[in-house]
């Protein structure tokens, strides 16, 4: 059956008269200025609903902006058996290409994500205002810690003081940095933007020498040299946008919730890496024997399952927001034969301190 029908090309205004056939392959039509061409059914799409006494308008996949216009209802019936997809509705292979497509995309996407959440935040990080920092820093500090009271003696306080210089001691780079130790009864460091480190009073109870304390706050000054804490927080705010973004909605507040404060202490294991690292090199330059992390984290890792019912259970333990691994406490050595090592403070200072709290 062979009918007459309007092609238009997509480039010009002019519509052209061919005659359309119906075959086993397609639809094939030509014209007086239009050479013969075959449309394959599957890739027939009707441009508006098929109606009865109505023009069928046809577009086609492999041939952008073309348009066949058929006014005969008995051949679009025909077209319609050929074709029955053209009737709108569940159509097989339409289906599978859109998954497909669909499908390599959200691939992309999900690969541009990891790229970006895990390569991106650390470099941006380092160009964040310095002030900008320090007030995020002293907001997260104040929501993280909540009613907590400071532990501040004046001895106490000297003692933070005489162990950050003798870390110092061979480390001119170490950032500028604001200790606090906090009443909180769980075993916790963690490092904030803009310098912040914060000490519990679990931690110091559970320090048997001063080396322990100052390999942990050595790990700490790591995290903020190496900025990890604005990294996190810059990927756990880019995971929100994301959310966002995917489901339509403000994808909770993180910067405001405990839950989101708690998830930027989480460092990853490259960041938990390049601290122990840090940490290992300033002990040695400090001639502040390393081992005494090394027994601390072997310490801890005994006693990893127990949970706390503490108030502050927000805050994790070590075990959760540093996670403690025997390889990285198999990377820590001790110092070269020969090496005098010190103190990381004195007796009397070592007392102040573990007395700090009260």
């Known amino acids: 059956m062979a009918i007459e029908a309007v092609y238009f090309?997509?480039?010009?205004?002019?519509?052209?008269r061919v005659v359309v056939s119906l075959e086993a392959s397609g639809l094939q039509f030509s014209g007086e200025d239009v050479p013969a061409q075959a449309w394959n059914l599957s890739g027939l799409t009707a441009v508006d609903p098929p109606h009865m006494g109505h023009a069928l308008r046809l577009s086609h996949d492999g041939h952008a902006g073309a348009r066949l216009s058929i006014r005969n209802?008995?051949?679009?019936?025909?077209?319609?058996?050929?074709?029955?997809?053209?009737?709108?509705?569940?159509?097989?292979?339409?289906?599978?290409?859109?998954?497909?497509?669909?499908?390599?995309?959200?691939?992309i996407l999900a690969a541009l994500i990891y790229l970006t959440l895990n390569f991106a935040p650390q470099r941006l990080a380092v160009l964040l205002p310095d002030a900008?920092?320090?007030?995020?820093?002293?907001?997260?500090?104040?929501?993280l810690v909540q009613n907590a009271k400071v532990c501040q003696t004046p001895?106490?306080?000297?003692?933070?003081?005489?162990?950050?210089?003798?870390?110092?001691?061979?480390?001119?780079?170490?950032?500028?940095?604001?200790?606090?130790?906090y009443d909180i009864p769980i075993m916790n460091a963690f490092a904030l933007p803009g310098g912040?480190?914060?000490l519990t009073r679990g931690l110091m109870r559970e320090a048997s020498d001063p080396g322990e304390?100052?390999?942990?706050?050595a790990h700490e000054v790591g995290h903020v040299a190496h900025h990890h804490p604005e990294a996190q927080?810059?990927?756990?705010?880019g995971m929100q946008v994301l959310i966002s973004v995917a489901t339509g909605t403000s994808g909770g507040n993180n910067a405001s919730s405990l839950a989101g404060l708690a998830a930027i202490l989480k460092s990853t294991r490259d960041a938990e890496r390049e601290a122990d690292a840090y940490a290992v090199s300033m002990l040695s330059s400090a001639r502040v024997d390393p081992m005494a992390l090394k027994h601390f984290f072997e310490k801890i890792l005994k006693e990893e399952g127990e949970s706390s019912s503490s108030a502050f259970s927000n805050l994790g333990t070590l075990f959760s927001?540093?996670?403690?691994?025997t390889e990285r406490i198999e990377q820590i050595k001790p110092l070269p034969a020969g090496v005098m090592l010190r103190p990381a403070l004195s007796e009397e200072q070592w007392k102040d301190l573990k007395e700090i709290c009260g």
């Open 196 to 198: 912040f480190i914060v």
């Open 73 to 107: 209802d008995a051949f679009t019936q025909q077209l319609l058996i050929a074709a029955p997809h053209l009737k709108g509705g569940f159509h097989p292979k339409r289906a599978l290409r859109l998954f497909l497509w669909i499908g390599g995309g959200l691939t």
């Open 213 to 217: 304390v100052a390999g942990v706050l």
């Open 155 to 181: 001895d106490g306080e000297k003692a933070i003081a005489a162990m950050l210089a003798n870390l110092a001691d061979g480390s001119p780079d170490m950032p500028p940095l604001r200790v606090r130790v």
């Open 132 to 143: 900008w920092s320090k007030r995020v820093g002293e907001q997260m500090e104040a929501s």
């Open 9 to 16: 090309d997509g480039e010009t205004a002019r519509d052209n």
């Open 233 to 237: 927080m810059i990927r756990i705010a």
């Open 321 to 325: 927001t540093h996670p403690v691994t």
